[in-house]
């Protein structure tokens, strides 16, 4: 049967993710070679090593990026515009900002409003994209599509599923909601749980144009093994 899919159109659709803090200086280094040797669409790694992954990435096609106000998202709006601000000096070119998750879930959306319009026209004045992090797994389902419309409405590039790190990731449900209430000119990340390239597949079905993975590796190799391509962990080793 012939495959609806191809290897660039896979790879383009991992963030692959180094956002564990315990990761080592040379686990950090390896983790860009590994983004850039398969060709990732990003590397998602900790703020303060982003102005040194920047310089890894260059002359490749794999984007630098980070986070803001992450994980937990409670930092106050100053802080993380200083972030996005610094971010932006170390050559980031798409940012991951967590929203502040209590306000959401007391219900000010004026607050989340006011947060997430400051915070992407500073990114998109800065030249680069913003995704914005709902983490679902704290949220209902009304509060995911408010966050859905307040997205929409002031032009965000990515909606996100979660940082990884509360009691669950990104779920088909929750995927399927975040389409459907999005205008089409906004995209989606799932992140937390994808795994392996089954579930990558499943989610692209969905709509989903991005997913935060730690398994690049892993999902990228059965991918081409799927296609029929040579290995590339076996490529000049």
Known sequence: ???????????????????????????????????????????????????????LLTGSTVIPSTTIGFPHGGHTTSIKLAEARQALKDGGRELDAVINISKARSGDWQYIREELLALTQAIHDGGAKVKIIFENAYLDDTAKIRLCEICGEIGVDWVKTSTGYASSGATLPDLELMRKHSPARVQVK????????????????????RVGATRTEAILEDCRKRLGLEPIAQQGQ
């Open 190 to 209: 799932a992140a937390g749980g994808i795994r392996d390239l089954d579930t990558l597949l499943k989610v692209r079905a969905i709509g989903v144009s």
């Open 1 to 55: 049967m012939t495959s609806s899919y191809d290897y660039e159109s896979i790879a383009k659709m991992i963030d692959h993710s180094l956002l564990n803090p315990t990761l080592t200086v040379p686990e950090l280094e390896a983790g860009c070679a590994l983004a850039v040797r398969y060709d990732a669409a990003s590397v998602c790694i900790l703020p303060y090593y982003l102005a040194r992954c920047a310089d």
